[in-house]
C-alpha cells in the first residue's frame, strides 16, 4: 500500500505541469489502495497567500482529485522542525551561516570562488569569534562532510532500481533561516516522515533533491520512502511552465469552459491538451 503526497507552494496558481504531478501520485497510490496526501508548503511567507491556497483546494476539487487526512500545512509545524534542527545540531552537524545572497554571489564570481553555485563554504570553520556570536546568523546549514562521515553516502529506490549518491551531490544545504524554522529539505523529511509518506511522486527537476533528503533521512532515523521522478510538462515549443513565466494556469482553464474531471483522466493516460508535450527520458 502506497502513501503519496502532493506538495504545492501557495505562490501562485497552479497550472498544467502541477495537474500532471497530482494525477500521477494520485493513481499510483489509489492502484495500491494507499492514500493520497496534500501538504500546503507555505514556509515562504514573504510570497505565500491565503488566496493561492484556496485557489489549490478549488483547482484540485475542479480535477476531481480528493485528498485523504490528515491535510499539512507547513506554517503551522515550526515546533516539529526546530526538533529536527536541534537533533542535528546535537550531532555537531550545522553550523551558523552569516552569508546573505549577495555574500555567497560575490564569492563565487571572485577569481578563485567556488565552480557552479555551490556554497562556498565561508562560514563552515569559523574561528570562535566573539563578535560573530553576538550576530544573528542568516541561516544555518548542513556540514555535509561531517555529515556524510557519519551517516555514508545516501541510496534510494527509484522504479524498481537502486542508485546511489556522490559527494559531490551533496551540499551543505540551508536547513532553517532566521525568519523560518525550516527549510525545503528539513521541512520535506520531517513532513514525509510525520504523516507515513511511502511514495514521493514530484517532477524530474526535483531529482537532484533527493540524495540530500535521503541523507537527513539517515541522520535523523526516518523512515526511506520510494521516489517516481515523473517527465515535465513543457510548452510545445520546450519551454517550462513556470508560476514566474506566467504560465497558463487551471484557473483559466476552468474558465475557458474545460471540463476539469476530462483533463485529470486524460493525463492520467499522458495524453495533454494541445500546445502541451512531456519532456521524456
Not at 522504479?159 to 546511489?164: M, P
Amino acid at each position: 500500500m502506497k502513501v503519496s503526497r502532493f506538495a504545492p507552494s501557495p505562490t501562485g496558481r497552479l497550472h498544467l505541469g502541477h495537474a500532471f504531478s497530482a494525477v500521477l501520485g494520485l493513481n499510483r497510490a489509489r492502484d495500491s489502495g494507499g492514500k493520497w496526501l496534500l501538504r500546503i508548503e507555505d514556509l515562504d511567507q514573504t510570497r505565500s497567500r491565503p488566496e493561492f491556497t484556496d485557489g489549490i483546494y478549488e483547482d484540485l476539487r475542479w480535477l476531481g482529485l480528493h485528498w485523504d487526512e490528515p491535510l499539512l500545512v507547513q506554517s503551522r509545524r515550526g515546533a516539529a522542525y526546530l526538533d529536527a534542527l536541534e537533533q542535528l545540531r546535537a550531532q555537531g552537524l550545522v553550523y551558523a551561516c552569516f552569508c546573505t545572497r549577495s555574500d555567497i554571489a560575490a564569492a563565487l564570481q571572485a577569481p578563485h570562488g567556488s565552480a557552479g553555485t555551490r556554497y562556498p563554504g565561508t562560514c563552515r570553520d569559523l574561528p570562535d569569534n566573539p563578535e560573530l556570536r553576538s550576530k544573528t546568523a542568516h541561516s544555518w546549514r548542513l556540514d555535509a562532510s561531517k555529515a556524510l562521515a557519519r551517516a555514508g553516502l545516501p541510496t534510494w529506490s527509484e522504479g524498481g532500481e537502486r542508485f546511489a549518491a556522490g559527494a559531490s551531490d551533496i551540499d551543505d544545504v540551508i536547513l532553517a533561516r532566521k525568519d523560518a524554522p525550516a527549510a525545503y529539505h528539513l521541512a520535506c523529511v520531517v513532513d514525509d516522515a510525520a504523516t507515513g509518506v511511502t511514495l514521493v511522486a514530484r517532477g524530474e527537476d526535483l531529482r537532484s533533491s533527493t540524495p540530500v533528503q535521503r541523507l537527513l533521512q539517515m541522520l535523523l532515523h526516518l523512515p526511506q520512502p520510494d521516489y517516481l521522478h515523473h517527465p515535465l510538462v513543457l510548452h510545445e515549443d520546450g519551454r517550462r511552465l513556470a508560476k514566474r513565466d506566467l504560465a497558463p494556469t487551471l484557473a483559466a482553464m476552468r474558465e475557458a469552459g474545460v471540463d476539469g474531471r476530462k483533463l485529470a483522466a486524460n493525463l492520467a493516460e499522458g495524453c495533454l491538451p494541445a500546445g502541451f508535450r512531456l519532456r521524456r527520458a
